[in-house]
């Protein structure tokens, strides 16, 4: 299928959405789900040696039973502008094609032949369809469509460590704009005849599939301090899955009012004193309850004169880092929101560094969980 793409002046875009022009009123999102042409047909189930593409893509992609909420990747707004096409090679349970996936349905469509030289296994590519976004986020909405992507991508990726596959390949370098990211899926190996099962407990940083598929951004307030080692845990999961590509650190408050980073030897140390948290309240599009969440994660970096893929790279990153730490945070029981649009967040000038250098791209808010938090389905 031939898409057409409009093309992007993604600096401009991004210096607009750090300012503090407010957008416009609404206009209509559009379908939730790209219209893929073709009849829809069903996932076989994966078996020895074929990639489990069916609970791959439920565990990761396919909206909630009943609720038509495009679950279990968050999205700024609830709007889900991120669209995966299946470049499928052998190993699969679906013949060799690139195909469209609809997560309503959990259905794909043919579009075609896969390219030349594609490897055994799948890889998911990753674009997204800017009006549902920008319905309600106006010129704010192309930095919180990369940071979805990347939450998407991370979705993915952990499904894949779920179901014991081989660790997925993503790609968040940002040299393309179509494709904006891609996560690879070798198929499993083949077991032998001869062999036994071999029965062992998964490493204990994998999650079970029930934590993918409860997933949720828990509504404000995100009140209470989260203990010294779990947050310090929760950053060293956003530090990992970062790749280097951005600074971390957290806004904490009574009764050390800071921002800590995560020391050498795993620990917290001091960044700077002071409460920051109705600066960033102020800063996170006036969502007031920011200040008194228990603390916020910050993703930061990305300066102004970033070229566009260094802009994509930092921002697929950050979604892709703040979902991991937000599972983190959830399974250490604590209650989490991302919040992902930030304007005049120069937090390096703030510190006192050269203005422009370290802007704020995403933050995770965090609170001690509530006895009914932990209810809600």
């Avoid at 055994?120 to 909405?141: K, M």
């Avoid at 002071?274 to 990305?302: F, K, M, N, S």
Wanted: with cysteine; aromatic share 4%; hydrophobic share 40%.
């Amino acid at each position: 299928m031939a898409l057409t793409h409009e093309r992007v002046d993604l600096v401009t875009a991004l210096a607009r959405a750090r300012s503090p022009e407010q957008p416009g009123p609404d206009t209509p999102a559009g379908p939730a789900v790209r219209a893929w042409p073709g009849p829809p047909r069903g996932l076989p189930p994966g078996g020895p040696g074929r990639l489990d593409l069916d609970r791959l893509l439920r565990l990761s992609l396919a909206a909630s039973a009943g609720s038509g909420r495009l679950r279990p990747a968050p999205s700024a707004g609830g709007l889900h502008p991120v669209d995966a096409e299946l470049v499928v090679g052998a190993g699969c349970p679906l013949p060799p094609g690139r195909y469209g996936y609809d997560p309503l349905r959990h259905r794909v469509h043919r579009l075609g032949p896969e390219p030349d030289g594609t490897p055994s296994g799948a890889t998911v590519e990753l674009s997204v369809t800017p009006r549902r976004t920008v319905s309600h986020y106006g010129h704010r909405a192309w930095p919180l469509m990369l940071l979805d992507t990347g939450h998407v991508a991370a979705a993915l990726w952990l499904a894949a460590r779920v179901l014991g596959n081989a660790e997925p390949v993503p790609r968040l370098d940002g040299l393309t704009e179509h494709p904006l990211a891609a996560v690879r899926f070798a198929p499993p190996p083949a077991e032998s005849p001869v062999s036994q099962p071999q029965v062992a407990s998964p490493p204990a940083d994998v999650p079970a599939p029930r934590e993918l598929l409860a997933r949720r951004s828990v509504p404000p307030p995100l009140e209470g301090t989260p203990p010294r080692d779990v947050l310090a845990s929760v950053l060293a999961t956003a530090v990992r899955a970062s790749a280097g590509e951005l600074a971390l650190c957290a806004a904490v408050g009574a009764p050390r009012p800071g921002l800590v980073e995560l020391a050498p030897d795993g620990t917290l140390r001091r960044l700077a004193a002071g409460e920051a948290r109705p600066t960033l309240a102020a800063w996170a599009a006036g969502q007031q309850w920011i200040a008194d969440a228990g603390a916020v994660l910050l993703a930061y970096g990305c300066p102004t004169d970033a070229d566009a893929p260094r802009i994509r790279r930092a921002h697929l990153r950050a979604g892709f880092a703040v979902h991991l730490a937000h599972l983190t945070a959830l399974r250490h029981g604590l209650s989490a929101r991302p919040v992902g649009s930030w304007q005049q967040a120069d937090l390096g000038a703030a510190l006192g560094a050269p203005p422009g250098r370290d802007w704020i791209v995403h933050g995770l808010a965090l609170g001690t969980a509530h006895p009914d938090e932990e209810k809600t389905p």
